[in-house]
């Protein structure tokens, strides 16, 4: 009896055993098959059912919208399903790196320019060129200005979905009101420090760089004629810590005499439009890309706001149309020509597009933009408005940052956060950073 | 007979499978493939190259993050360990003197430990630390009207999250409950009767009794505070900030490792890690025959 009973739980056993290895040997052609590259020719026309992953950044407004054009898209597509996942931006970049380590990547995720290169770099994204030669991505409305903002080492891995330029974000009604002088297009940072100094006697703010000194430092930078990172990426670019020492030394004059939010609440903020300072009605303004502006003047119904450049001197050298974002196409994808023909329609179908309406960036396909036009509220013209100004007003933009520049922005943001707490000069911190981020560039390039 | 001996031993294999093969494919594998990583370059999506010991090299001498990390792991090991469990010892006297609906307070005291680890009681904290939260709701209530914000702050945001941890005290508690119900009633009414008042019975029977437990306590806490994760993530949004007040070592490691994709550095990272607890650990142990009491000593 002690012998069948032993004899019944060794197969029970070896059975659910065998059931695991049986769970593996099934999984392993699977990831063999994500392993290989299969080329795109040979990926089947059926229209059998097709599950996409999707993920992008962005706020509600954005989750909003795009969940529509998802629906939209599965409508006139049965066989296809999507499954989207969004995030803030700095979670998103979190979320998508371990499953890019972990071969899960989405089969669309949206791209942002200071990534590029990282996931580029390590063939995490697949080349759209045989795409957009078949036709299953249809970029002819795109300009090659626009397409090539997505090439890496002559691939094109990520489509650009829009422009967007570096702006200001004034709230005009509440800047007169408190008497707060109005500055021009033509404005400097001299100005900025007296609109600062303005806004602080009736105790309001100014909208600082937050965290975002990869973005503004870099474009301070270019305003002076100079670059973050050299034209072979392997250096910093700029030759003189001066150039630092400024920017940071004007900064710190900012938060010192309260023109701009502090820190302790800056750490607080998970950049979405809801917690800006404009909505909340603490500050006169705002600094950001122009898609950012949508969402901020939405939430502001009672007063208007408007989009002015950024300070200058320099402000032509120091503008560029930057691609908003991308949509790349993983490497691990099974299904590279489904994910090209949804992007297609992302950036090519009108009645999808009114309802992004360029919260992506001003359109890229010449098309969508002229259908848009009419059809744009008060604050989409705004935008593109002023990315039309800034096509004619500003300069070519820098090439993708080079790996490693995700590191360097965290060693700025950390020595920003020092020098405002005052635990390092600002010369010492110029130096720190010339000498680590170098370093950094050089163990990437290994 | 020497076959049923076999059929015997193959039972034993077949029924010790499950775990032996778990630990070579989930723990053995891991581990030592982690070792072999932290002498390369492995940016997870290429093939790991060989460095050597430069990974090392790189901790020891280059890192000028690491002497932070470090410095913000044992403050915040070294205090809330210790506030941790008095706090249990603590709430765990109450409980033992208590006569009525035990089970129910039990239970209550452990539910914090329960949720604790969790992101959402993460994402709580940071209301309550916040510029406009709990925290400084309830100061304006006594006429101290501050707006900073708790986890903003350098200098208080780590004591945040050794709040958070003294918060979780239940399961310790649980544990230093069960010892204290083993100690005899005998030696508390026999001292009564010598004339020792409550503190002498707390550190003369109590304490002495309870010992053991205590070492099992701060071993498996201490362990545990080395390895937090969950809430400074949480909190500082990823980034062990203000100025790194936060950036706890397995925050630094999952930054070198899921962040700037330096997995063979951040293996590195997880040995020395494991070298610092095993060390403590020991010490730990060391230490105990000082100050450890067991009852049958076996001579």
């Given amino acids: 009896m002690k012998k069948v009973l032993t004899a019944v739980l060794m197969f029970s056993l070896i059975g659910s055993l065998i059931g695991c290895s049986g769970g593996g040997a099934a999984e392993t052609p699977a990831s063999n098959e994500t392993g290989t590259e299969t080329p795109p020719a040979a990926a089947s026309d059926s229209k059998d059912p097709v599950k996409l992953r999707i993920a992008w950044w962005g706020g509600q407004s954005r989750h909003d919208y795009t969940l529509k054009v998802i629906e939209m898209y599965e409508a006139q597509n049965p066989h296809v399903t999507i499954e989207p996942e969004y995030a803030p931006f700095d979670d998103y970049w979190k979320k998508l790196a371990p499953q890019a380590v972990a071969g899960g990547l989405p089969d669309i995720i949206q791209m942002d320019i200071s990534y590029l290169n990282q996931y580029a770099g390590r063939n995490q994204l697949a080349d759209l060129k045989p795409f957009t030669e078949s036709g299953e991505l249809d970029v002819a409305d795109v300009s090659e200005n626009a397409l090539s903002g997505g090439e890496v080492n002559g691939k094109l891995v990520a489509l650009n979905l829009g422009v967007n330029a570096l702006q200001t974000t004034f709230d005009v009604e509440t800047m007169k009101k408190n008497g707060i002088d109005i500055p021009s297009k033509e404005w400097t940072w001299d100005d900025m420090d007296k609109m600062g100094a303005q806004a602080k006697e009736k105790g309001l703010q100014i909208g600082g760089f937050a965290y975002r000194h990869d973005v503004f430092f870099p474009y301070y930078l270019r305003t002076i004629g100079q670059k973050m990172y050299s034209a072979d990426g392997k250096t910093i670019g700029y030759g003189d810590d001066q150039a630092f020492i400024d920017y940071f030394t004007r900064y710190q004059k900012w938060y010192d005499n309260g023109y701009i939010l502090s820190l302790d609440k800056e750490a607080q903020k998970k950049g979405v439009a809801e917690e800006d300072e404009i909505v909340l009605g603490n500050s006169i303004s705002g600094t950001g890309w122009s898609n950012q502006f949508l969402a901020v003047a939405n939430l502001v119904t009672d007063r208007p706001l408007e989009l002015n450049p950024m300070p200058g001197p320099g402000t032509k050298d120091g503008l560029f149309l930057k691609p908003s974002m991308y949509f790349s196409v993983t490497e691990t994808s099974k299904h590279k020509e489904e994910a090209a023909k949804f992007i297609s329609f992302f950036i090519n179908d009108i009645e999808a597009n009114k309802l992004i309406k360029g919260e992506r960036g001003v359109p890229v396909s010449a098309k969508v933009k002229e259908a848009l036009k009419p059809l744009l509220s008060e604050n989409e013209a705004k935008i593109f408005d002023y990315v039309t100004w800034a096509e004619a007003n500003s300069t070519q933009g820098d090439p993708p940052n080079p790996i490693g520049a995700v590191e360097i922005e965290k060693l700025l943001r950390d020595l920003s956060e020092r020098i405002l707490f005052k635990k390092i000069s600002i010369e010492d911190a110029a130096a720190e950073f010339r000498k680590e981020a170098n370093a950094i560039l050089a163990r990437s390039q290994q | ?299």
């Fill in chain 2, 1 to 299: 007979m020497k076959r049923l001996r076999e059929n015997e031993h193959i039972t034993g294999y077949v029924f010790s499978a499950p775990f032996v093969l778990g630990f070579l494919i989930f723990t053995l594998y891991p581990i030592l493939s982690s070792l072999y990583y932290s002498f390369t370059n492995y940016n997870l999506m290429e093939a790991p190259r060989w460095l050597g010991l430069a990974n090392y090299e790189r901790l020891f001498l280059e890192d000028d993050k690491i002497g932070k990390s470090f410095q913000v792991t044992f403050t915040y090991v070294f205090a809330s360990v210790p506030l941790r469990l008095i706090f249990a010892l603590f709430v765990a006297m109450i409980l033992n003197t208590a006569t009525k609906a035990v089970g129910l307070y039990r239970s209550a005291f452990y539910l914090p430990s329960l949720i604790g680890g969790s992101v959402a009681v993460a994402i709580m904290w940071q209301q309550i630390f916040g510029d406009k939260g709990l925290v400084n709701s309830a100061l304006s209530l006594f006429g101290i009207h501050s707006t900073t914000s708790w986890i903003g702050n350098p200098s208080t945001a780590l004591w945040t999250l050794i709040a958070l941890s003294i918060w979780q005290f239940g399961s310790s508690m649980i544990i230093f409950l069960a010892g204290l119900k083993n100690i005899p009633r005998d030696y508390y009414e026999a001292a009564s009767v010598d004339g020792a008042n409550a503190v002498h019975r707390f550190f003369k029977i109590t304490l002495p009794m309870l010992s053991p437990i205590i070492l099992f306590n701060l071993t498996l806490q201490t362990i545990s505070a080395f390895l937090t994760f969950t809430p400074a993530y949480i909190i500082s949004r990823g980034e062990g900030g203000p100025l790194d007040q936060t950036l706890l070592y397995s925050l630094y490691l999952y930054r070198k490792a899921f962040s700037h994709f330096e997995m063979g550095y951040a293996s590195a990272l997880a040995w020395i890690m494991l070298l610092i607890v095993g060390v403590l650990t020991l010490l730990i142990f060391r230490s105990s025959t000082r100050w450890v009491h067991y009852e049958s000593k076996g001579d």
